[in-house]
């Protein structure tokens, strides 16, 4: 936060004035020591932590120069020895009787709040008179250079208001006290008069109109992005050259800009305008409606939308690669799934693990997810009592937990009794069991499955399994994985693919079976139905949201577009 | 203390712990979906449960299919598998990093860690998807070589666009300096204008996996209330 230095309201970080009465908050940038890192005020000379020079070029190159430096020096000391006979000494008085900017548009302010003490002004005449050029400009801009150099990006964007007594810089402050009274009035006027042109300013450089990049929303995902979104320190406008006028202008302008409007955002509806969030009515409207559009067949049962489902060629290739085996074969199941996603790929995992116990197959099951043995073996027991009572240990078999990830599944050719030497459900020695002794090399598999909770696990089994060993894949995984991974089912790494609800009911078509899947075909209809209606509405709302203020002329824009397009 | 033991173990045996546990699942799941309603006591407690819940039996799994069977293996027969001390050791350097004065020990099993870690995922990457991804990229182009027809012009539509597609993936990373005049300049307007179509194939890949993912959360929903009208509440045939 950033308390305003003339009537101590709490303003957001990166405020450029006062919410309250329209402050210029900061002219210039915080300086960091270059000796302790400590964040000081712009006119600082000497770090207020460790008394370290805050601007070391300086002094070395005043040292160099045996002309400028002993002459700048002489004239520091006579400036701090006779106050009131330079100009430097003479600043603190002049605002007394001049109006403060607050002033100007009928604000109050706290009296002398906005000046600094005269020790700070002495003192910033004193590393002026000490500068490399020794002309009248102030020297923060100059000295800034070196701190602005160590400075982190986010304190050179950011400035941060003058703390405590350092209050207002001085240079604005003798800036005040030369404008005379009619420049100022007259800008007033300016700006009063042109009071409603300013919608129009504001929609000049609003950013929004400019071509948008697709990729934008994701911008700020590289740490050096920032830093490049930096202006070039060369042309960065100079608070100090950018004039009296349009300091003023700046100021008032802001005032005029903020205040109204942060009064008018709080009484802003809630659900209106760009970026509003939808109040807690219509959020409420929308889950009763996708409640009910999933509650409603579920209960009714039915085929509103049709019975017949064409399964999709990565769903005909899982499936005839499990038809493919013979009745005998070993099949390795590895569960990367945790309980957070295992109701997604439940009805997909039934309907595979029916097919391969259907053909006699038996199954090997382990996870490398430490949650995923319990999910396993829920779904193989199941399984086994569909089938008809299968026994453990013959039919199929749970070995567990495989920590390591890549050098686990590295492993894995050395035997299943090495890497697992005992199973999840029993815990006793996995080569006692019949099934193992049969199967206990990856080369004894006729098949692997992986059930992924995302793309990652699957592609790790692609990597650290199949590409070394050779072990035929195939994935049943979460929907949103399978954009991921078609890349390998189209390059033949996959034999198939069977992607959440939709493939599980393609499956089950597949298959000439009615599961979950296929009983819940028309609530993911009805649901997809109602997402798809909710987010086009919500997208109309939000356009015509964002249009409104461009058509309507007392309508306001936000405040902190002038912001970003200003910065 | 025998026998109330044991009567005790038969009364808790003849409570009907399936319906206790679905009951329980029930209300559970309600109480996570209460959090739709805002922030409340009841998500704030089934979150610990859920939390607390998730990270004990992650330990206990560990325990038993980590750690005792290569205890009692170690136990059994020590000069077989002496090497488990070494690994052993290295498990209680990483312990070091909770002790300021010994954390620098924690490294060495770090360093390990990382270094073996790196290498098999570049080994990985390189064998099990540079490579095989490459080679499948190169698609031939003529219909001929599908048969002709519609269907050979079809699937060489199809591989051409996979190829193009993939090569402006790539050139979208394409990081350089931008000229503007000479040779250089036509190359960045090439690069630039390819690369602008790759962006917008990861747009859309981007677009598909966050379809995916609204349709994995509407199959949880889904789940979730064949759960609770089925099972629970036996409104469906579960």
């Not at chain 1, 919410?19 to 400590?38: F, Q």
């Not at chain 1, 004193?126 to 020794?134: E, K, R």
Request: proline share 8%; hydrophobic share 40%.
């Amino acid at each position: 936060m950033i308390r305003c230095p003339a009537c101590g309201t709490d303003n957001r970080d990166g405020s450029k004035f006062c919410a309250s009465c329209g402050e210029e908050l900061s002219a210039l940038p915080d300086v960091i020591c270059p000796n302790c890192g400590t964040q000081n005020p712009a006119l600082n000379v000497l770090c207020y932590d460790c008394l370290s020079p805050l601007h070391p070029e300086e002094e070395d190159a005043a040292g160099e120069d045996p002309e400028l430096a002993p002459k700048e020096i002489d004239a520091s000391e006579s400036e701090v020895t006779e106050p009131g006979t330079d100009e430097s000494t003479e600043q603190p008085d002049l605002p007394e009787e001049e109006p403060s900017l607050g002033e100007l548009v009928g604000t109050e302010q706290p009296e002398g709040a906005p000046l600094p003490p005269a020790e700070d002004i002495a003192e910033t005449d004193q590393s002026l008179a000490a500068g490399v050029d020794g002309s009248d400009q102030p020297g923060v801009p100059v000295a800034q250079e070196p701190a602005d150099e160590e400075a982190p990006p986010d304190q050179e964007t950011e400035p941060q208001a003058a703390e405590g007594d350092q209050g207002d810089p001085p240079e604005s402050a003798a800036q005040e006290s030369e404008l005379p009274a009619e420049p100022k009035e007259s800008v007033r006027t300016e700006l009063e008069t042109d009071a409603s042109t300013v919608p129009e300013e504001t929609e000049s450089i609003e950013p929004s109109e400019e071509p948008r990049e697709p990729l934008d929303s994701i911008e700020g995902a590289l740490p050096l992005e920032n830093i490049m979104a930096l202006p070039h320190r060369s042309e960065s406008p100079d608070p100090v050259k950018s004039g009296l006028e349009e300091v003023e202008r700046a100021t008032l302008l802001g005032h005029e800009l903020l205040v109204p409007r942060l009064g008018e955002e709080t009484r802003r509806p809630a659900f209106e305008g760009r970026g509003a969030v939808p109040g807690r009515g219509m959020r409420a409207f929308l889950y009763i409606l996708l409640c009910a559009a999933i509650v409603v067949p579920l209960v009714v049962g039915g085929h509103w939308f049709g019975s017949s489902i064409t399964p999709r060629e990565c769903v005909r290739g899982a499936f005839e690669a499990i038809d493919a085996l013979p009745s005998g074969s070993t099949v390795l199941l590895a569960v990367e799934c945790d309980p957070a996603t295992a109701d997604e790929v439940e009805p997909a995992v039934a309907a595979v693990l029916d097919h391969l116990l259907e053909r006699k197959v038996s199954i090997v099951g382990l996870s490398t997810v430490p949650s995923g043995p319990p999910v396993a073996l829920q779904w193989l027991e199941e399984a086994a009592q569909r089938a008809g009572g299968l026994a453990y240990g013959t039919d199929y078999i749970l070995l567990g937990y495989l920590p390591g990830e890549e050098s686990a599944l590295r492993r894995m050719p050395q035997g299943l009794d090495v890497v697992f030497p005992r199973d999840y459900a029993r815990r006793q020695d996995a080569s006692q069991y019949l099934l193992i002794q049969r199967a206990n090399r990856l080369s004894s598999m006729g098949l692997g499955i992986v059930i992924g909770g995302d793309h990652v696990h699957v592609k790790r089994w692609l990597e650290q399994v199949q590409a070394p060993v050779g072990l035929p894949l195939l994935a049943v995984m979460t929907a949103s994985a399978e954009p991921a991974l078609s890349p390998y089912y189209r390059s033949g790494q996959l034999l198939g693919m069977v992607g959440g609800l939709p493939g599980a009911a393609e499956y089950e078509a597949l298959r000439q079976r009615v599961g979950p899947a296929s009983e819940s075909a028309d609530a993911q209809a009805l649901a997809y139905l109602v997402v798809v209606v909710a987010g086009l509405l919500g997208n109309v709302a939000f356009l015509l949201g964002r249009r409104k203020p461009e058509t309507a002329d007392a309508s306001p824009e936000r405040p902190d577009s002038g912001e970003r397009a200003n910065g | 203390m025998g026998s109330s033991l044991e009567l005790l173990q038969e009364a808790l045996a003849q409570l009907p712990w399936e319906t206790l546990g679905v009951w329980l699942a029930a209300l559970l799941t309600l109480g996570v979906y209460s959090y739709l309603a805002g922030s409340n006591r009841l998500y704030s407690l089934v979150q610990h449960i859920f939390v607390g819940v998730a990270t004990g039996y992650a330990v206990v799994v560990a325990w038993h299919s980590l750690f005792a069977p290569r205890l009692a293996q170690f136990i059994s027969s020590p000069g077989s598998y002496w090497y488990y001390l070494l690994f052993f050791g290295l498990g209680l350097a990483l312990l070091s990093r909770a002790f300021p004065g010994v954390s620098w020990l924690g490294s060495i099993p770090l360093a390990y860690l990382f270094g073996i870690g790196s290498a098999l995922c570049v080994v990985g990457a390189i064998a099990g998807t540079l490579v095989p991804q490459t080679t499948a990229s190169m698609i031939p182009l003529l219909p001929a070589h599908y048969g002709g027809g519609k269907v050979g012009m079809a699937y060489a539509l199809d591989g051409a666009l996979v190829s193009l597609g993939a090569v402006a993936t790539l050139l979208y990373f394409y990081l350089g300096a931008r000229r503007k005049t000479g040779v250089g300049g036509v190359w960045s307007k090439f690069v630039g204008s390819w690369g602008s179509a790759g962006r917008w194939l990861i747009v859309i890949l981007f677009g598909a996996m966050f379809a995916g993912l609204v349709s994995g959360r509407v199959a949880l929903l889904i789940g979730r209330m064949r759960f609770l009208l089925g099972d629970w509440l036996g409104l469906t045939g579960g």
